[in-house]
Each structure stands twice: as structure tokens, then as C-alpha cells.
């Protein structure tokens, strides 16, 4: 499935904010691939937010900043402006969803063919996935519901990943286990988060020793979204 290996693992980051630069170094460093879900509407916005009771920048580049930062790795949908679908008409889910992964793929000159639903709680639901999956280009659909398990997605409209990365003690002993691992079967790895919460849980150092406890290893295969799923 995965040349050949039967371990993969992939990052997920939403939002699209200039954190995302210093981000990417620390993937590209340890050769980690990463899908960055943007919402398209809010390129070059300035806002601030309060997390983990700090205030953090959230930030967007322009839309020529964000070709350059995000060279190496996919880009996927978050809708235009954010919103929470379930609370959204059936016009207005096609709407954000299909004008921003066309927007995206103008801007970065590639296919967007991915999307991560946005806001907290229960962000989605099937007559979102329904929408998303028949009336969008988008070919997978990424939620927050972390698994903590390393199976593959049994409906790509509602891909749950392992675990949400500012849990940094289970991220890093999900990452023991998957280390561990020779399975018999495909197991992914998938990671997500935000990268202004870098800024506000301050750990930045702790999540470069995380990529580099999971990099080089000649049984796994570091890819994107797109790529793990083979689409």
C-alpha cells in the first residue's frame, strides 16, 4: 500500500497562520509531510486569539506568502470564513467548502482535493458528509474526533485522526507503540493540531523531539493526507 511498508504516518494543521512557517522547518528538517487545511477567505487577516490563557497570534500570510510557505506540502480545504457547518444550509455547507477548494486551487496552482471541517465540538455531521462527499470536489473530509488508534479511515467523509498533538504526553506514547510496531496489517499514524498552539503551550522543542523520535525509519512511509490514502 505504502511501497511496500505497511506503517505510515501524517501530520493535519488547520487555519493557515504564519506559525505554520517555523512549523514546516521542523518537518522538512526530519523529511514529515503535513496537510494544511486554510480557509481561503482570511488570507493576510491579523487577529489575536487566547489560548491555554496566553494570547497567541493567528495570523494568515497573503496569498503569494502562502505559495512559498507551503511548497513541499498538501493544501486542503477548511472552508472561507470558518464557520460550523451543521449550523449552515445545504447552500451555504456547498458554498464555503467548494468556493474555497476552488480558491485554493487557483492560488497554489494544484488540485485541492481534501478538506478538515472547522470549529470545535461537534463540527460535522452525516448530512454534512453527504454534502461534502456528493456536491464538492473534496475526495476525503477530516474531523477532531481523535481515536487513539492507528486504523485506517472506514469513511474518508469522516476521517478520524489518532490524536490531537497538544495531548503531547499520548502523542509521544502513541508514538512508543507505532515505533514498536511490525504489523501485519496497514496502521496510520495521524496527527493534528494547530500550529499557534505551539506559541501558547510553548513546545516547540518538545514537538521537534517528537518529529525527530519519528523520523528515518526504514519501515514507515511519510506522506500527506492525499498521499496516505493514495488519491
Known amino acids: 500500500m505504502w511501497n511496500g511498508k505497511k506503517k505510515a504516518i501524517t501530520f493535519s494543521f488547520d487555519d493557515g497562520v504564519t506559525q505554520d512557517k517555523s512549523l514546516i522547518a521542523i518537518l522538512d528538517r526530519y523529511g514529515l509531510k503535513a496537510t494544511f487545511n486554510i480557509n481561503s477567505g482570511f488570507f493576510g487577516t491579523k487577529n489575536e486569539l487566547i489560548r491555554n490563557g496566553v494570547p497567541v497570534r493567528h495570523d494568515k500570510p497573503t496569498a503569494k506568502q502562502a505559495i512559498s510557505i ?106 512508543e507503540k507505532f515505533l514498536a510496531m511490525t504489523p501485519d496489517t496497514p496502521q496510520l499514524f495521524y496527527i493534528w493540531g494547530h500550529a499557534y498552539e505551539l506559541d501558547a503551550w510553548n513546545f516547540w522543542e518538545r514537538f521537534e523531539d517528537f518529529c525527530r523520535m519519528m523520523s528515518g525509519k526504514d519501515d514507515i512511509f511519510y506522506g500527506t493526507n492525499r498521499e496516505v490514502l493514495g488519491i
Not at 454534512?128 to 456528493?134: A, C, I, K, P, W
Request: glycine share 6%.
Open 70 to 175: 507551503y511548497r513541499n506540502h498538501e493544501i486542503a480545504a477548511h472552508t472561507l470564513t470558518h464557520p460550523l457547518l451543521p449550523k449552515a444550509d445545504d447552500a451555504e455547507v456547498i458554498r464555503q467548502v467548494e468556493e474555497d477548494r476552488r480558491a485554493l486551487s487557483s492560488v497554489f496552482g494544484r488540485e485541492c482535493i481534501g478538506l478538515a471541517y472547522p470549529c470545535g465540538g461537534r463540527n460535522h455531521d452525516s448530512r454534512v458528509e453527504t454534502l461534502v462527499r456528493e456536491k464538492t470536489g473534496c475526495l476525503y473530509a477530516r474531523t477532531i474526533d481523535s481515536t487513539g488508534n492507528f486504523d485506517l479511515p472506514t469513511d474518508v467523509y469522516a476521517w478520524n485522526p489518532t490524536v490531537y498533538y497538544i495531548d503531547t504526553d499520548e502523542m509521544f506514547r502513541l508514538g
